[in-house]
């Protein structure tokens, strides 16, 4: 038996209300009075509405005739007019009202009913705020630079004011946008299985997932991760589920996890090892200023070992081998969420080790126009300049050179003509610049000026005077 359907369609509008910031939530710490233990907890995160799903269950004995349960939200972050409480399993159980004592406050009794002396598991599911997860990521590539591994880290926090024991915990990625999911998502559990669980789509808003076998694993109270390569750390990685739900993925964090209020917990996720990437080293001085950074460039796809559901928004902590049996830091950076499909750029910065410079030798002016007055109104300037890259690196390193030249121009001779002229401003090469070494590109351009320059029109002759008479 449930909750009368009425107040549950009462309960979704207030959590409605709840989504939109129209409820508000008062400060507490729960206290469950008569409820025994929970025998099972799950935590589902949602970041973008500050709003997490709990679904508890615990087992209850009830006597014949009319029973009151109490539950006490104070001190915590729950809100009230989410409350539920359900006996999906149990018959014999009506849940008749729920009373609030005028004399108490943040506390609710229920009244249920039971035809006969009996023992039912009792599902109470509300929203809480305060709790919250961010994902970050440790990225170690080889000596050559042209596979990394990566493993992500899921942080929960919570400030909700409740302690959550052995909780099952799922955060979501991307935007919820109907509260009937997460109406939907109360009634219903995910359990890691021995497998990774195939994609589960929502159709009509109802989700369509199968129960399998928890497995078990331990808790995990490893300290947060020290920036140099997480050194000295004994932490083991937990399985993640991670299921399609319509727009937004659903990632379960394999057994189960003690949640503290006021602490948080790192989670760490199975490593994913020898993925290809593009190493690149570019100039771009309108996109990125006058120095030369460093990429490491893939896509979210099975080709890279990925692709099999989005990452999250987060930081990614890179090294490399430094070919000598210890790590280098190349540096730290940050990316948006990255769909199934998408490129990931890892923007790690100068690493100093290579250098640019431009030198402009001379500027020489010729072919002029003139008006009928004698007037210069149009001219050619050829420039002549030399473009160096320094390595300093001992290998060959791969180089983008996007370079401007501004005005209506064209190259009157370069050096490397390997370039792709990739606007009126801008020309580009893709370049290999050897190890230790310096490639030079020198050029003359033409930079046509006034009456010379395309689609400026040579100014009409002066109006002869006329004679005097």
Do not use: C
């Not at 909700?160 to 955060?171: K, L, M």
Request: aromatic share 8%; net charge negative.
């Amino acid at each position: 038996m449930v909750y009368t359907r009425a107040a549950w369609r009462r309960a979704t509008l207030a959590a409605i209300a709840l989504m939109l910031g129209a409820a508000a939530i008062a400060p507490a710490k729960i206290d469950l009075v008569t409820l025994p233990g929970r025998d099972e907890t799950e935590l589902t995160i949602y970041n973008s509405q500050d709003l997490t799903l709990v679904r508890e269950t615990r087992t209850l004995s009830f006597a014949k005739g009319k029973n009151e349960i109490q539950f006490s939200w104070a001190n915590t972050l729950i809100d009230p007019t989410s409350l539920q409480i359900d006996f999906p399993s149990a018959k014999g159980l009506v849940v008749l009202d729920a009373v609030y004592p005028s004399n108490t406050s943040q506390l609710v009794v229920w009244n249920i009913e039971a035809d006969e002396p009996t023992s039912a598991q009792a599902e109470i599911t509300y929203f809480a705020s305060g709790l919250s997860w961010s994902a970050d990521y440790v990225v170690k590539a080889n000596a050559a630079e042209t596979e990394f591994s990566l493993q992500q880290f899921t942080t929960v926090r919570n400030n909700s004011g409740e302690d959550f024991n052995d909780a099952v915990t799922r955060v979501v990625v991307g935007e919820v946008n109907l509260v009937e999911l997460i109406a939907e998502l109360a009634r219903r559990g995910i359990n890691v299985g021995q497998e990774e669980a195939s994609r589960m789509v929502l159709t009509d808003s109802v989700m369509e997932a199968d129960r399998m076998d928890m497995r078990k694993s331990r808790a995990m109270n490893a300290p947060a991760p020290s920036i140099a390569g997480f050194s000295g750390m004994r932490m083991e990685a937990k399985e993640i589920v991670k299921k399609a739900v319509s727009e937004y993925f659903l990632f379960a964090v394999e057994g189960k996890e003690d949640i503290a209020s006021g602490w948080g917990k790192e989670l760490p996720n199975p490593t994913v090892t020898a993925i290809p990437f593009d190493l690149s080293y570019e100039l771009d001085p309108r996109r990125y200023g006058d120095q030369v950074l460093k990429f490491y460039k893939l896509q979210n796809t099975e080709k890279h070992k990925l692709g099999k559901e989005p990452l999250p928004d987060g930081g990614y902590y890179v090294y490399s081998d430094d070919g000598r049996g210890g790590m280098r830091f190349e540096g730290n950076t940050s990316s948006k969420y990255v769909p199934v499909g998408e490129d990931i750029e890892l923007n790690l910065g100068s690493d100093g080790l290579v250098l640019f410079e431009e030198k402009i030798q001379g500027d020489a002016r010729g072919n002029f126009d003139f008006d009928s007055s004698g007037n210069v109104i149009g001219w050619d300037v050829t420039r002549t300049v030399t473009l160096e890259i320094k390595n300093s690196r001992e290998r060959e390193i791969p180089f983008k050179l996007t370079h401007y030249i501004d005005g209506d121009w064209e190259f009157a001779k370069v050096s490397d003509t390997g370039y792709e002229r990739v606007d009126q401003t801008s020309v580009r090469w893709n370049l290999k610049v050897p190890a230790s070494g310096t490639l030079k590109i020198e050029y003359d351009a033409v930079i046509h000026q006034g009456t010379r320059s395309k689609g400026i029109a040579p100014a009409p002759p002066a109006p002869m005077p006329r004679p005097r008479r």
